[in-house]
């Protein structure tokens, strides 16, 4: 039982809210990748975004759609990776506290994001059930509320005004997006006009959401083999409905191609590119665009946080 | 006898003829930067220039101002580094033939960047006689001219053009930039108003113009030892001329603190640093600002040409 899923008009909502505190990211270009991929490409550069990530976005909607009364207790989640950074960001934005319950041995390197931003790490072990357990721990000994990484309206609806500033600023026939949980691809989904068609790109090794829409059912996650790490969970599933409803057609790509991807963005476009943020050029280098009457296609960067 | 040197008019002239076909970079900023540096800074992100950095500017502007005749024969230039690249990118856009001299046993990388463009590659000796020779072979065999990376007005006004856009989008204090050359600082002093500090920043492993800046002798350039090679060169004749009048003054570092500052800016900003571009940081978090009442900096970040 999942209630009422988010609108397009919940995503121009959020717009209004977050609008002030959001960077509204650029659209990249190169010559030499237009020529590579036989199309025109913008890059939509989310890892510009502050966080280095579009998890901004919705976690920033998601806390400032909470009573003042609750938000002033802190906001807890269980994401290591991009969500937990956004959320300790969004914290220290708004002065409250915030605190990431991650696994024990997960990246050093994304618990640093957290505590950068004043965020309170605290470990848990690797299974479901010690996660919910630590998190219910947090909530009953500091109220925080709990602001989840994807399965969540009001940070689907964040996710979504990248949408609306891709729509904005250009006129392209198609968007190609990373699905991992599925907030972006929800989100941008029902913020897209109806002649725009959003395309979803997963790693073969993580292809749940590919396979949850073609058998109708939703699919556990696959083994947490894939480099792309932000996209190893399975499909949330409020935006399994959503994306469900859409159609969402989604291609798939092995982890060779992920990487000469990233490789190759980073050196036509001179930003930080995850492994995750590769995977829709990949396939759109693979399989070419949607609809052969195609000139010209958004591509979304969705984050920037990389070792160095 | 270097004749006539070029004037802020120059720079604004080549505004209007570059203006078309370059980038106006934008302006990046980090809060965490700012509270480690404990001054506000803008990043003026050339290395999101075409051809990954601010050397097009120099060299659009240079082919641009060639007689079409001229123009027509081709361009030749003898660095293997970034102004390699612009020219072959400049050439190309023009549809006129771009060679480039380098020394046996230079960058691969650097060589394959001319070569993406198209650019024809000439090898010569190590010694700046071989270069010297070769180049005159080339020009005597094609009629092309010869577009020098730094040592030339129509380049230094070029460059300079990027301190025109700064002053169009913020209302800085200083402008920190690197000097290896002097192009982009010659260029930039000139195009800054009075009320605008211009500083430069040097590894201490190759700071032949602040030696030069202080003796008032140009100095040969140091052994190249920096792993800013962008900066190892010597400063120009005309550069000299133009940053000796401003009286430039030019903060060095380490080459611990300039890999540290590579690290910090890629990290923070999310945009590939070469290490010749993160020196100005480094020495702003080195030394502070140049004058206690500066409340807004620019830093230049010159170029995004680093293998990844």
Chains 1, 2 share one sequence.
């Not at 990530?53 to 909607?61: C, I, V």
Request: charged residues 20%; contains cysteine.
């Amino acid at each position: 039982m999942i209630g009422r899923l988010p609108t397009r008009r919940n995503v121009l909502t959020a717009r209004k809210r977050i609008r002030s505190r959001v960077h509204h990211t650029p659209l990249l270009t190169s010559h030499s990748l237009n020529e590579l991929a036989g199309v025109e490409i913008l890059f939509k550069a989310e890892g510009l975004q502050r966080s280095g990530s579009f998890k901004f976005r919705g976690a920033l909607n998601a806390v400032l759609s909470l009573p003042a009364a609750e938000r002033r207790r802190g906001v807890v989640t269980h994401s290591s990776g991009n969500h937990g950074g956004a959320l300790a960001c969004v914290a220290s934005m708004l002065g409250v506290p915030a605190t990431v319950v991650v696994p024990r041995g997960g990246s050093a390197f994304k618990r640093a994001s957290v505590e950068r931003y004043g965020g309170r790490i605290v470990h848990c072990g690797a299974t479901l059930a010690a996660r919910e357990k630590k998190l219910a721990e947090v909530q009953r000994a500091t109220g925080a509320a709990y602001v989840p990484p994807y399965d969540h309206n009001a940070v689907i609806a964040g996710q979504g005004t990248a949408m609306l500033e891709i729509v904005d600023d250009t006129n392209a026939d198609e968007v190609w997006v990373p699905v991992g949980g599925g907030g972006l691809a929800s989100g941008c989904v029902l913020a897209a006009p109806a002649e725009l068609q959003v395309v979803g790109a997963e790693p073969a090794l993580a292809a749940d959401a590919r396979l949850s829409l073609e058998t109708g059912v939703r699919q556990p996650p696959m083994p947490p083999r894939t480099v792309a790490d932000g996209l190893r969970t399975a499909l949330g599933e409020r935006n399994f409905s959503i994306l469900a409803a859409y159609g969402l057609p989604i291609r798939c790509v092995s982890e060779r191609e992920i990487t000469a991807a990233q490789q190759l963005a980073m050196s036509c476009l001179k930003v930080l590119v995850e492994s995750s943020s590769a995977v829709p050029l990949a396939a759109l280098m693979k399989y070419g665009v949607q609809n052969p009457d195609t000139r010209r296609v958004v591509v979304v960067l969705t984050g920037a946080n990389l070792q160095v």
